[in-house]
Nanobody, 116 residues
Framework: QVQLVESGGGLVEAGGSLRLSCVASDNIFRIATMAWFRQAPGKQRELVASIFNDYTTDYADNVKGRFTISRTNAENTMFLQMNSLKPEDTGVYYC??????????WGQGTQITVSS
């Protein structure tokens, strides 16, 4: 069982920034696709950003240019730098590890609240 622990959530005003971290308990992190998802109240969980084991990245259209996903394999850690935050970015953010579709793990989630 791989443990994923997120940190860095909180309350921020619109236009502000936050940085999320996700630490994995197993070195499978280094060969897995990592991603951040979020879930707003009353809505389905959605993919925010992904980073593959070759460090290529992909973003949802509504965060492009504002969010940056990164990873440090030596520390089994993934980050999400969030700038120019908007109230619609509010939600619970989840760290996700996916190795070949066969091993999928989730963090416990961290709350982000952006006030207008």
């Amino acid at each position: 069982q791989v443990q994923l622990v997120e940190s860095g959530g909180g309350l921020v005003e619109a236009g502000g920034s936050l940085r999320l971290s996700c630490v994995a308990s197993d070195n499978i992190f280094r060969i897995a696709t990592m991603a951040w998802f979020r879930q707003a109240p009353g809505k389905q969980r959605e993919l925010v950003a992904s980073i593959f084991n070759d460090y290529t990245t992909d973003y949802a259209d509504n965060v492009k240019g504002r969010f940056t996903i990164s990873r440090t394999n030596a520390e089994n850690t993934m980050f999400l730098q969030m700038n120019s935050l908007k109230p619609e970015d509010t939600g619970v953010y989840y760290c996700n590890l996916n190795y070949s579709g066969a091993f999928i793990y989730w963090g416990q989630g961290t709350q982000i609240t952006v006030s207008s």
